[in-house]
């Protein structure tokens, strides 16, 4: 492939159309973990408060019990139809969900099928949030040229963390202009509305995507039909690669993320307006790391980072959490915190591209997603599940360990892997 400035200027705009959906979709899923407290008494009975926010969280989980039913289908989607068709599809799921849970009249309104339709807007965007992975890891994998795709294929976390910022960002601007009524009444639908409407902006600019050439040849060529069945007969390893690769580094990134502001309100004992600050102040830091190490990857190779994210891991994550525990200063908190991004930078960076370059063309976007999904699913979403598990049998440091020895289960899948910015089933062409 000629690398003329035109193919240069038309690979940036696919990949720019890729990474700003990814953000879109994020910023969705994350939109209703963070106003659950305002809508959960429009959708449920009205009564016990603990109820209606166990009820608001179940349907919560079970989106997340979507993304490997999502990550099969759309993988299959995006293998046989192309990676365009099928982030395409990803985001109109995502902007069906949201609208229809902005628009939902409340319980007093309409009964049982407030929250049946809530539940039916959740399975929608649990299916998109789970195509949405493979699709566009591999659609940035392969537009990227080789001596850039770790730089390019990291604005998948970039836009990632970008989505979580933007939810919390949105929630902070509402409680500053509406009372809290006006939030609990009617606010809460503003948040919905806004991904809704950028889900459709970003469609039209998927439309217009280029499609990618590694889906062209493997379709002139007439390669293989994209299945799970297909995928784990024929590519056993690479599948299991992904799942063993996944299994520490989506934990690590749940505990040092997601879990982490919990961790610092009920473990640390700072508020939880600190707490919320330092994981924004540190998670930004983070994101902008993202791009570095792809670009790093790019000069060195993969297997180094995720040695790297492997044995750090192993040895500071009991340290870090520990140290942690007891400290009441915040800028030393946002140091540890910090500290603890840095390190599974190495695994979020790169972890996209190097599951695309293990599969040929004909089954990437299945094999980069179903095997992360199942492994997402089964560590990343159980992570604070378990880390309040152990805390409530007053063994918390149980969790520490327990992160511990899943990245080392990772640490040996590295060291045995070959690098594959070196080996890539990703050609140029």
């Known amino acids: 492939m000629t690398d003329s400035a035109a193919d240069r200027r038309q690979r940036l705009k696919s990949i720019i159309g890729g990474s700003t959906g990814n953000l879109v979709e994020w910023y969705d899923w994350y939109v209703y973990s963070a106003f659950t407290l305002y809508f959960a008494p429009i959708f449920f009975p009205a009564g016990d408060r603990t109820a209606q926010l166990l009820n608001a969280a179940a349907i919560f989980a079970v989106g997340f019990l979507m993304r490997p039913i999502g990550a099969w289908i759309m993988g299959v989607y995006a293998d046989s139809r192309g990676r365009k068709a099928g982030l395409t599809l990803s985001v109109s799921l995502m902007c ?218 192993v040895m500071f994550t009991w340290p870090i959490f520990t140290k942690l525990s007891v400290t009441g200063d915040a800028y030393a908190a946002f140091g540890i915190v910090l500290g603890a991004l840095v390190i599974v930078t190495g695994y979020t960076s790169i972890n996209a591209v190097v599951k695309a370059e293990l599969f040929p063309a004909h089954i990437r976007a299945l094999g980069v997603a179903l095997p992360y999904a199942l492994a997402n699913t089964i560590f990343g979403g159980t992570a604070e599940y378990v880390a309040l598990w152990f805390k409530s049998r007053g063994m918390e440091s149980g969790f520490y360990w327990y992160v511990t020895a899943m990245i080392g289960l990772s640490l040996v899948t590295y060291l045995r892997m070959r690098d594959t910015r070196k080996h890539s089933e990703i050609l140029e062409h």
Request: proline share 4%; hydrophobic share 50%; aromatic share 12%.
């Open 96 to 313: 069906a969900g949201s609208l229809l849970i902005a628009v939902t009249p409340s319980y007093a309104a309409i009964g049982w099928l407030a929250p049946a339709i809530l539940v039916l807007a959740r399975l929608m965007q649990g299916l998109s949030v789970g195509g949405e992975y493979g699709a566009s890891a591999t659609y940035l994998s392969e537009m990227a040229g080789r001596s850039r795709r770790g730089f390019f294929s990291s604005f998948q976390y970039v836009t990632l963390i970008s989505g979580q910022l933007l939810a919390l960002l949105v929630l902070l601007v509402l409680q500053a202009v509406l009372t809290e009524p006006q939030l609990e009444s009617w606010g809460w639908r503003i948040p919905f509305l806004i991904g809704g409407v950028l889900a459709i902006v970003v469609f039209y600019l998927r439309r217009g995507l280029e499609e990618t050439q590694s889906f062209k040849n493997a379709q002139a060529a007439e390669a293989p039909k994209s299945s799970s069945l297909a995928l784990f007969r024929h590519y056993p390893r690479q599948a299991l690669i992904v799942m063993a690769l996944t299994a520490g580094g989506t934990l690590a990134f749940y505990a040092y993320s997601t879990y982490m502001q919990k961790f610092l309100v009920n473990t640390s004992g700072f508020d939880r307006e600190t707490a919320t600050a330092i994981t924004a102040a540190a998670l930004f830091i983070y994101m902008l790391l993202q791009p570095v190490a792809g670009a790093l990857s790019d000069k060195i190779g993969r297997k180094p980072l995720m040695v790297g994210f492997g044995v750090l891991g």
